[in-house]
Each structure stands twice: as C-alpha cells, then as structure tokens.
C-alpha cells in the first residue's frame, strides 16, 4: 500500500474505532469519552504504523516523544483524537483524526477523517473548493477564538464561523464552507501537520501568522500559530496578522 493510502485508511479506521467508543460509552462521562477515545486510537495508530511501517518514527499527540525521530527520514505525525472536547459531547461533528507523513523535510502524505461527517479528506486527491461569492467566513474555536483572528474578521469585513477541532476548521475551508481560517496560541505539530498537507493538495495557502513557512519533525513540537486560506486571500490575511 502506499503511503497515501495507508494514511487514508489509517485515519478512516481511526475514526470507525472513535464512533464505536462514543456508543459504547454514550452513558459515561465526557471526561471518561474523552480519555477512552484518546487512548484506543492512539493504541490502533501506533500498533498499525508499527506493523505497516516498521522502520518509521511516529510523533503522537498521546503518546511520549522518542528522539530517533529527529534522526529519522520518515516520520509519521499523528493526532488520534482531534477536537477531544468536541468529541466528547454526544451528537457533534467537529472532530477529527489526523495521520501524516514527514520524509526528509517535507509533508509527503496526510489525511484527516471526520468520522461523525461520513467523509475522509486525504492528499493527494482533494480538489480545490467551489468559487464563493460573498463575506469572507473566517473559522475560530468556540470556545477561545484568538485575537488575531478578531483582527483578520475586521481587515476583511468577515465573519467568525465557530467551530471544534483544528482539523474540522481546514475541512471547512478545504470544502468551501468557509475562506479563511487563522490561529495563534497552544497548537503542536501534530494539530496541523495532516490538515496542512490536505490543504496543500486543495491549493490553498498555508504558512505561519508572519507567512513564514510551516516546518515539522522540529526538536521542540510547538507549532503554535496558522494560517489556511483560499490563495486569494493570502496577501489580506498576512497584512492584517503581520
């Protein structure tokens, strides 16, 4: 199989594992949902990689960081459980699985599965979103949109979509549902390293809030600001985020 097919499946089978945790835990607790989910897909993911792809590194969001990977020319960054908080309150969809693949530098594979949705987005075989006429709609968490995004809503005479996970918001704008989404504060490598290389196959832009660009497989994992837009935007957002 290849890397992007592995990525693809991974992320999908993930995601089947996820919704069959939520049933079965549908009278427990959220914080039980949430530790339960995190736990057997990280399990899943690591023991897949490890059968697939012996000889590779994997960074995880649950799981301890090994510094071979920093030696390593593959290495698959992943995020079993993308919007756990989401996740956890029974009936929402803003929640993600994220797998990629790191290989000398570069994202060379990636997908996010959005199990609640049906639907698996994964490079290299995304195509760009629809034209959009109309007020940009610029995604944000719901819980603590960044003032930076304040600041890009008020540049371009916006509106702030509020959404769940990191992943679920680069669907949005991969799939039309929104133009713009910006970040800045608490997000590591493995919150963007699938979205981006999704992104990336779309046509999008992507970079850091400064439009440097976005690097990963980095000693220190924090990768804490972002950027993911249509490209016509690109020049408008980086102005008002610089």
């Not at 290495?75 to 797998?99: C, K, M, N, S, Y």
Request: charged share 25%; with cysteine.
């Amino acid at each position: 199989m290849t890397d992007h097919g592995l990525a693809t499946r991974l992320a999908t089978e993930a995601g089947a594992l996820l919704l069959t945790v939520r049933d079965e835990l549908a009278d427990a607790t959220e914080v039980e949902r949430k530790a339960a989910g995190d736990k057997r897909s990280h399990e899943f993911l690591v023991e897949a990689l490890a059968s697939e792809r012996p000889g590779d590194a994997v960074l995880s969001e649950e799981g301890a960081d090994n510094p071979v990977r920093l030696r390593s020319e593959r290495v698959w960054i992943v995020d079993p459980l993308d919007g756990t908080r989401e996740f956890a309150e029974l009936g929402r969809q803003d929640w993600a699985v994220h797998v990629a693949l790191w290989q000398s530098g570069e994202l060379v594979a990636g997908a996010v599965a959005l199990p609640a949705q049906g639907i698996t987005l994964a490079a290299p075989d995304v195509p760009p979103p629809a034209p959009y006429v109309g007020l940009p709609r610029i995604v944000v968490s719901r819980t603590r949109p960044p003032a930076i995004a304040l600041q890009v809503r008020d540049h371009l005479d916006g509106i702030l979509v509020p959404m769940g996970s990191a992943g679920a918001k680069v669907a949005a704008v991969v799939q039309g549902l929104a133009e713009v989404y910006v970040h800045d504060g608490g997000q590591y490598e493995w919150d963007s390293a699938a979205p981006v290389a999704v992104a990336r196959a779309a046509g999008l832009h992507t970079s850091r809030v400064d439009g440097s660009l976005l690097e990963y497989n980095r000693a220190d994992p924090l990768l804490p600001d972002l950027v993911v837009c249509r490209p016509e935007y690109a020049a408008a957002v980086l102005a008002a985020t610089a």
